[in-house]
């Protein structure tokens, strides 16, 4: 289903319009499929906000920094999706995060401690490898978890990292999902790297942490960085200092044979990376703007690249 096949068709109106879903099927992991054609991108991403909102940010930043013809797939499904599309050549870039190709599509294991620069590498060398697929530049954000406290509690106990959290947790509540408490790399493996022997703890539902935590019913929750509720609650996510949690810095990844069919592209593309408009707090801002305040993922995203002068 052809959504974008001209530059003179509206990638807003493409996006919205796009019901499609792609089915899984048929990769060996030999690579990504077939010659690309060029002059011509397919622009896909997953079905949540915020990869609705980098999907458009990045077919409109194409569209208007490109003489791509830019087809937008957009809202397809989860990551195994999204990889066989790519295998296939149904697809050619969208936004993954590191964690996600590492531990999920490449099925490595992570231990804590891990150096993030260390592993987005291993991560590019290994879809390189097995997938002839290429991760550009990290945007500059990581949506991953982050202990999270009220701002103004962990200033007043001074704490800024997790590690300052050790001396003040035996007087805190600690809360969480139930699968954090359950999982063999969740909350007693978290005890164990950084020495928490916290007062108490609850096990609550994800939606109902942040306002909880807001409300003074917990002191630390695992937030998520790119959460909207962190600014809107002044919530403060603690620098996770031993590297316990993966890192999920989003970059986007694209068909080595797309690249090489349009010499220039890698670079056009990663000057979204050096622009450093990327960061934890303005994905959350921008993700706030869709879920909080009922914007639409394309209006965001055009305003955000006119802000930072990314398009005109």
């Known amino acids: 289903m052809v959504l974008f096949t001209s530059k003179r068709t509206s990638v807003v109106a493409a996006l919205l319009a796009s019901t499609l879903a792609l089915a899984a099927c048929g ?12 002059g011509t991108i397919v622009v896909s991403g997953k079905e949540y906000t ?8 990045l077919a409109e930043y194409l569209d208007a920094n490109t003489d791509l013809d830019v087809e937008v797939k957009g809202a397809l499904g989860g990551v195994f999706v999204l990889q066989e599309a790519m295998l296939k050549g149904d697809i050619d870039a969208y936004v993954e995060y590191t964690g996600t190709g590492y531990l999920n599509v490449l099925d490595e294991e992570y231990e ?13 060398e290994g879809y390189l490898d097995e997938f002839n697929i290429n991760w550009l530049q990290p945007l500059g954000f990581n949506n991953t978890y982050a202990l999270t406290m009220r701002t103004d509690q962990a200033e007043e106990l001074g704490i800024e990292t997790a590690s300052d959290l ?5 007087d805190l509540l600690f809360g969480s999902d139930a699968e954090f408490f359950e999982r063999g790399d969740g909350y007693d493996a978290l005890l164990d790297a950084y020495g928490y022997d916290f007062k108490d703890t609850v096990t609550i539902d994800p939606d109902l942490m942040y306002s909880a935590l807001k409300d003074s ?18 919530l403060k996510p603690l620098v996770d200092d031993l590297n316990f949690f993966p890192p999920y810095h989003a970059a986007v990844i694209i068909r080595q044979e797309v690249l090489d069919a349009n010499p220039g592209l890698e670079d056009t593309i990663n000057e979204l990376s050096e622009s450093g408009v990327f960061t934890d707090e303005s994905v959350s801002e921008l993700n706030g703007r869709v879920s909080t305040d009922g914007e639409r993922e394309s209006d965001v995203a055009i305003e955000f690249l006119k802000e930072h002068d990314l398009i005109d």
Request: aromatic share 8%; hydrophobic share 25%.
């Open 217 to 234: 019913e917990m002191d630390v929750i695992t937030g998520y960085t790119t959460d909207p509720r962190i600014p809107e609650y002044d």
């Open 50 to 57: 915020e990869q609705i909102i980098m999907t458009n940010l």
């Open 112 to 124: 804590p401690g891990f150096d993030p620069d260390e592993l987005f590498e291993e991560t590019r």
């Open 166 to 170: 050790v001396d003040h947790a035996d």
């Open 27 to 38: 990769s060996n992991g030999e690579g990504s499929g077939g010659e690309a054609e060029a």
